[in-house]
């Protein structure tokens, strides 16, 4: 005989909503600000005004933070374990929970409630992989209920039916269908994992219980009657039926392993030249006077599939304001491209990059975002001021924990030079000028060849290539004053070894700037000599002054 499962309603709060004190230790300025997504503005202007200024804010709108919050997994720890207390006659469950019956074993189950370390990255509308640190916990609820058969006492044969023991025997992790790690029976497992093992980025995490139950039958059989039909002797038989249940669910997960390579260089000036590459989206890098930000910002909002909690037993079911509320981090574009802090020490050199489409956010999260596309970057080159050269390369991912530090040793060196660049006149008319420029390396005199090279020189406007000889010769309209030419390198850590910029310029004769120039080297002797003849006269009394007193 099965039982029958008759829906009941039950009242359930039309807005559900997370504690509104906090928990679990978080601190108090962190703990409002986690709840991106909840009905703002909820709570009246008094009791508002009566709360912290952090309180005020977290209830007011939503808070984007600049890393992920570490209190988003201590958060989970603790609620994780307000999983109401269950008993054999009815399963606790979440409503989308995928729910097993056998025999006796009925609505049994098992939920992912975290993984943690994870962020979840929404890099554009159509990619939001859930990224996981490679080590880390999953956390799971698992419940079941117990449909004992009823007694039959009818008849010459009666059973009699009682619940022996029930358990769940043990809870596994799998990765990628491989048994990761095992542990007891638990409501609330929580289960490590390590994906260092395992192929690829992407990963399939299930959680698996085994749960048994152990019933006893009792089996009266009447083997005699009286003239009257009345039984005056039963036999009696007792078994022990067994079940045996086993549930899983899963979750896709993307590993998240940072790691960092590049380029380093030092100016002649000493300051820093870096380029980093990187496998996986990232916060940025740390530099010696400062840092590179991405266009990374996070949220933490609740998974509202936990907003209730469905009670079934052998009466039906009943839906009630479910006590957990597991947090996930989010990450969101938030820049078009990175940022270099502080501007007067840190250059951003080039970014290289895809151009992607910024996601929407759920409507109920209310942060800015981007309407145009941003740079999803995999490179940036930059030049920092630096009192010393950096031991190691720092670099911060978007899954809280998650970081790639790599010796700068390990970075290919590059050389960067001074050039020098000398600009000649070799002839000139009334219309054109004809110039040379001579380029080389200012420390060995070698020639710098720009036809072999990324980088070119520029003589009034004018992009020209030096040859093997780095010189270049070439005529141009004749210019009022003067002819200006200069040095631009290509980038540096592209074309080993590297170079400064250097810039030239020379008057034309005849011109009125050759003119005022001439003016001006005799002019200042004369003035001078002038100057002392003034001071002689004032300080002997001579009467010298002004020259032109005699004439």
């Known amino acids: 005989m099965s039982a029958v ?114 962020t979840r990255a929404r890099l554009s509308p159509s990619r939001q992989p859930l990224y996981v640190a490679p080590d880390g916990t999953l956390r799971g609820t698992v ?134 590459y990187k496998n996986q989206p990232w916060l940025g890098y740390q530099l010696p006077n400062g840092d590179v930000r991405g266009v990374w910002r996070f949220y933490s909002a609740r998974d509202k599939d936990w907003d209730t909690l469905v009670y079934s037993s052998d009466d039906g079911q009943r839906t009630a304001h479910s006590p957990l509320h597991p947090l996930q981090v989010n990450a969101y574009p938030i820049e078009t491209g990175p940022t270099p802090s502080p501007r007067q020490n840190v250059t951003i050199l080039d970014v290289y990059g895809t151009s992607t489409s910024p996601p929407t956010l759920p409507s109920n999260v209310h942060l800015d975002v981007l309407t145009e596309p941003y740079t999803a970057s995999y490179g940036i080159a930059t030049r920092a001021t630096a009192d010393e050269q950096p031991e190691t390369v720092r670099a911060w991912g ?34 054109t000028v004809t110039v040379r420029v001579i380029l080389q390396n200012a420390n060995t005199g070698a020639p710098i060849n720009t036809n072999e090279r990324d980088g070119y020189v520029v003589v009034n406007g004018q992009r020209l290539n030096t040859t093997g000889n780095g010189t270049v010769t070439t005529t141009i309209e004749r210019p009022l004053g003067g002819v200006s030419a200069r040095y631009e390198p290509g980038h540096w850590w592209l074309n080993p070894p590297g170079y400064t910029g250097d810039s030239d310029t020379v008057l034309l004769q005849g011109s009125v700037l050759q003119i005022v120039s001439t003016l001006f080297r005799i002019g200042v002797p004369v003035s001078l000599f002038l100057l002392a003849v003034f001071f002689v006269d004032r300080i002997t009394g001579w009467r010298i002054w002004p020259p032109w007193r005699s004439l």
């Open 143 to 276: 419940d079941y209920r117990v449909a004992v058969p009823p007694d039959d006492t009818s008849g010459d044969r009666r059973v009699y039916w009682s619940l022996e023991s029930h358990q769940i025997k043990e809870t596994k992790l799998l990765v990628d269908g491989d048994e990761e790690t095992t542990a007891g029976g638990s409501h609330t497992p929580a289960l490590s994992y390590s994906l260092d093992g395992y192929a690829g980025e992407e990963h399939q995490l299930t959680l698996q219980a085994n749960i048994s139950v152990r019933l006893r039958k009792e089996v009266e059989t009447c083997t005699a009657h009286n003239d009257e039909g009345d039984c005056t002797n039963w036999e009696s038989s007792v078994s022990y039926p067994t079940e045996n249940v086993t549930v899983t669910d899963s979750i896709e997960v993307t590993k998240y392993d940072l790691a960092v390579a590049g380029f380093i260089a030092e100016y002649p000036n000493g300051d820093l030249g870096l380029v980093v």
């Open 5 to 118: 499962l008759v829906a009941s309603t039950a009242a359930v709060p039309a807005v559900a909503h997370p504690p509104n004190s906090t928990d679990h230790g978080v601190p108090e300025e962190t703990f409002h600000k986690l709840w991106s997504g909840d009905q703002d503005g909820a709570t009246d202007g008094a009791n508002l005004s009566n709360g912290s200024a952090v309180k005020q804010l977290g209830e007011g709108t939503d808070v984007p933070f600049d890393s992920p919050p570490r209190a988003v997994e201590q958060w989970n720890r603790g609620d994780h374990q307000e999983f109401p207390a269950t008993n054999s006659s009815v399963s606790i469950h979440p409503p989308d929970a995928d729910l097993s019956s056998g025999q006796f074993i009925k609505e049994a189950y098992t939920e992912v409630f975290a993984v943690q370390p994870s």
């Open 398 to 431: 978007l899954v809280r924990g998650v970081e790639a530090e790599r010796p700068a040793d390990e970075f290919a060196r590059i050389q960067i030079y001074e050039s020098n660049l000398t600009l000649e006149v070799v002839n000139q008319t009334e219309d």
